[in-house]
């Protein structure tokens, strides 16, 4: 078990099982969104309340979902790295951020989109939008920290440590974000009551579900190649790489 | 290691002590910055009292974060920083003291010049114990997480700026809970909950944050 770690913890090994593994994640995610994308936008039915304009839930929940899963992402990858000292987790976790906070640029932008025709207003200071806005301010504090500081290493344990507190962080945040608003707005904003969702719209929901995360996996191995790549640029084997490649 | 705790509190508030002048920064500008708002917003109590107890938070969070980078920044550049953290004593326990000490001297002011500014705001008298409680639960938590921050960007040339990036996010909780409380208190209201809310976040604070900033302080020192 411990050598199986300690083997797919070394950036070497790591390197090549991930350039096999993305062209398959790559494929899946093509997939998955041309079903959930036709599903979503052709066969779903409109919704009784909201007509089409609902359909942009289909992009806009999972990305709210994976902007909180990558999140975790960090913390426990940085518990990781902090504790066992395995450098892929660092890596992953500083490839991850990136992607994570694109995630909450886009949960926030297609929540507006839909807060524009829903609630008349671009911007309301709803609790959900709020607390993604937190959130992408904990990924920005992130991406400032870990850029700031030049030694990577010390930049990542540094990220690690910043990704636990924030981790901590979140969940009181979320609440109490919940909990002002309905001290403070209540009724100004008419807030859906949510049905149960039928079923012809959780399927495609799920498979892009499925597919953002899917693209996550994809988009993230690739730019852990890179890094790594970059972080090994003095061992052997990279330099054989390179070798080939110019050849 | 009670003693290396209250040698290290003693020292701090000495060296605070002998440089008085800068110590009455943070509550200057805790002051000009709530004097701000009447200018700019004209001088109906209605208005200001309706707005002030955000206003007193945010200004007590803004003069919190500026006090902040002096918990660790002189100690850092003459070496002191690094003797701390190579000591057989807990680290925690060293910089749980360093903060306390910060504390005593940036945010206790804070909670003594407030009513002073409660009157100036139109604050009702009602809320103004209120006022007082929140701030003496709030700003320890400011000054714990903060110092995480600052541990953590001790090291960097221009932190000042990311320093306000990492924090204030964290600082929303108890904005939303100690503003809310002064509002409620302003009504009439109970507020128990609240103060309640606040209470916890400290004991939480107290007792999470010194672990990670004697982790981000070692991190920082390499």
Request: one cysteine or more; hydrophobic letters at 55%; glycine letters at 6%.
């Amino acid at each position: 078990m411990y050598t199986w770690i300690h083997k797919f913890g070394s950036p070497k090994h790591f390197y090549r099982m991930a350039g096999k593994i993305i062209p398959w994640t790559a494929a899946f995610t093509l997939i998955l969104f041309a079903y959930g994308l036709y599903g979503a936008l052709i066969t779903s039915p409109p919704d009784y309340q909201q007509g089409e304009s609902a359909r942009i839930m289909y992009v806009h929940v999972p990305a709210a979902w994976m902007s909180m899963f990558v999140y975790m992402v960090l913390a426990v990858a940085g518990a990781i790295g902090l504790i066992w000292r395995i450098k892929l987790a660092d890596v992953m976790a500083q490839a991850s951020a990136p992607i994570g906070a694109s995630f909450t640029v886009l949960a926030l932008v297609t929540g507006s989109l839909w807060g524009k025709p829903m609630w008349g207003t671009w911007w309301a200071w709803d609790a959900r939008l709020t607390s993604e806005l937190i959130l992408l301010f904990l990924y920005l504090g992130y991406m400032g920290l870990t850029t700031a500081i030049e030694d990577r290493r010390t930049a990542a344990r540094a990220g690690a440590i910043l990704a636990l507190v924030g981790a901590v962080n979140i969940p009181i945040i979320h609440y109490s974000v919940d909990w002002w608003n309905t001290l403070h707005q209540g009724a100004t904003v008419t807030k859906m009551s949510k049905p149960s969702i039928h079923i012809d719209m959780l399927i495609p929901l799920l498979v892009m579900a499925g597919a953002f995360k899917l693209y996550y996996f994809t988009i993230v191995l690739i730019r852990a190649r890179a890094d790594v790549l970059f972080n090994e640029r003095r061992s052997s084997w990279v330099r054989e790489i390179i070798a080939k490649v110019k050849l | 290691m009670f003693r290396a705790f209250m040698a290290m509190f003693n020292r701090d508030l000495l060296l605070a002590y002998r440089h008085r002048s800068e110590l009455i920064n943070p509550l200057l500008f805790f002051v000009i910055i709530i004097s701000l708002f009447p200018l700019a917003l004209g001088p109906e109590s209605r208005v200001l009292s309706t707005i002030a107890s955000g206003v007193v938070w945010v200004s007590a969070l803004l003069a919190a974060l500026l006090s902040l980078d002096t918990v660790f920044r002189s100690d850092f550049h003459d070496g002191a920083l690094e003797q701390i953290v190579l000591s057989p004593q807990p680290l925690t326990l060293l910089v749980f003291a360093k903060v306390l000490a910060h504390w005593c001297v940036t945010g206790v002011p804070l909670i003594l010049v407030s009513p002073l500014l409660a009157s100036m705001l139109h604050i009702k008298e009602e809320a103004l114990g209120t006022l007082m409680l929140t701030l003496l639960l709030g700003t320890p938590v400011l000054s714990l997480v903060g110092s995480v921050g600052v541990a953590l960007t001790v090291g960097l040339r221009r932190g000042g700026m990311l320093l306000s990036i990492l924090v204030l996010p964290l600082y929303i909780p108890v904005l939303i809970f100690a503003a809310g409380a002064v509002n409620d208190a302003a009504l009439g209201l109970d507020v128990s909950a609240q103060l309640a809310f606040l209470g916890s976040m400290l004991v939480l604070s107290i007792t999470l944050t010194p672990l990670a900033i004697a982790a981000a302080l070692r991190v920082s020192l390499n």
